[in-house]
């Protein structure tokens, strides 16, 4: 059954999303590659294939031998390479707000019915291997300079939004309710907008993390990005023992953003608890240390999650400017300038694309 956000004709047409936002974010860039010392930018098709790589690690290391070239690596086609010459089906919706059309709810009411349920399909499986990256991704603009107005932003499949909603909603006592109205306020429009938002904040997450690594570029001329990118994230992401503390706080970003907790309220339903037991219980190893039980200082294990939040983000803001995955002393606290501070989070902050039919085989989401 074919169920949608968009209809074809309305690829194209142009967003209210932040330009003057995206036009500073593009003076500073600029700014810092001209003038810093050494460049601040990188190569989007190899970090790509270095994040297949690793995943091919993860899924196949125990199957075969690794390939002699990162060629032979299934699933080694870039998304940058999906998006410039797409395969037939892709298609990309910018979105301002997620908006559902008429009779929608009718529809996705059926499509709920035959929806499969979420698994975590063990090592190789989308859930497990990916974590909430296998439902949409964050393309960094430090890997697309000079052209990063091209593919910069959030990419999440709608494919992935529609299975997690259908999920919530087939578990959910919503389903029962029969007599609410068709109108724009009806709880099931609202799971839907939570799963969008579920992975929409996850990828905001990433987002504000590569921002508030520019504003030290910006004040200070050096790369700070890309070797964090190299030294910390890379060396984690696909190791088993829960140092990537991006993911795992991109993940408790979710549990704690205000505005599902909003939709939950209006939804009436413990959505959140839902979240966590079917989706974010159920990812690999980083995604799933959102509770942040690994990879942190001792002394913030057995705080209040909000701050324990709150330390662990600065903790990250630290390993990106030592560009160390355990940071040495004294860890500066960056508390006063924090990357999910209120300027940065909303969501028209950066470009946001709703992928149809991405194949499976290219790289990041699916
Ligand atoms: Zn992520």
Redesign the pocket.
């Known amino acids: 059954m074919t169920l949608s956000f968009w209809s074809p004709e309305s690829l194209g047409i142009p967003s209210r999303q932040n330009l003057i936002l995206w036009n500073d974010i593009e003076l500073a860039y600029n700014f810092v590659e001209a003038h810093a010392r050494y460049s601040i930018s990188g190569d989007l098709q190899g970090f790509l294939l270095e994040l297949v790589r690793k995943r091919w690690n993860l899924a196949c290391a125990d199957l075969y031998e690794p390939p002699p070239q990162i060629a032979q690596v299934p699933g080694s086609h870039s998304m940058l390479e999906a998006l410039s010459q797409p395969p037939s089906g892709l298609e990309l919706g910018r979105v301002d707000k997620l908006a559902l059309g008429k009779g929608f709810l009718n529809k996705f009411k059926a499509f709920a019915a035959s929806a499969a349920p979420i698994q975590a399909g063990g090592k190789t499986g989308k859930l497990y291997g990916y974590?909430?990256?296998g439902y949409?991704?964050?393309i960094p603009l430090h890997l697309l300079w000079p052209d990063f107005r091209k593919y910069w932003g959030i990419y999440i499949s709608e494919a992935g939004v529609l299975s997690l909603a259908a999920n919530l909603y087939n578990q959910l006592p919503i389903h029962q309710l029969s007599l609410l109205p068709q109108d724009g306020n009806h709880p099931v429009e609202k799971i839907i907008q939570i799963a969008y938002q579920v992975i929409l904040r996850?990828?905001l997450?990433?987002f504000k993390i590569e921002q508030w690594a520019l504003l030290f570029e910006l004040a200070t001329g050096q790369a700070y990005y890309l070797p964090y990118l190299e030294y910390v994230y890379l060396p984690t992401i696909y190791a088993t023992d829960d140092n990537n503390l991006?993911?795992a706080l991109?993940?408790l970003s979710v549990l704690l953003s205000k505005k599902i907790l909003k939709l939950e309220k209006e939804v009436d339903q413990n959505v959140k608890g839902l979240i966590e037991s079917i989706f974010l219980r159920q990812q690999g190893f980083n995604?799933r240390n959102y509770d942040l039980a690994k990879g942190v200082p001792p002394e913030v294990q057995h705080i209040n999650r909000e701050i324990r939040y709150r330390k662990v983000v600065n903790y990250l803001c630290n390993q990106i400017i030592q560009h160390e995955i355990r940071p040495r002393a004294p860890i500066v606290p960056y508390y006063l300038y924090p990357p999910n501070n209120n300027f940065l989070r909303a969501e028209n902050l950066c470009p946001i694309y709703l992928v149809r039919n991405l194949p499976n085989e290219v790289g990041v989401i699916a």
């Open positions: 974590g909430t990256d949409g991704t964050y996850h990828q997450f990433h991006e993911e991109a993940n995604y």
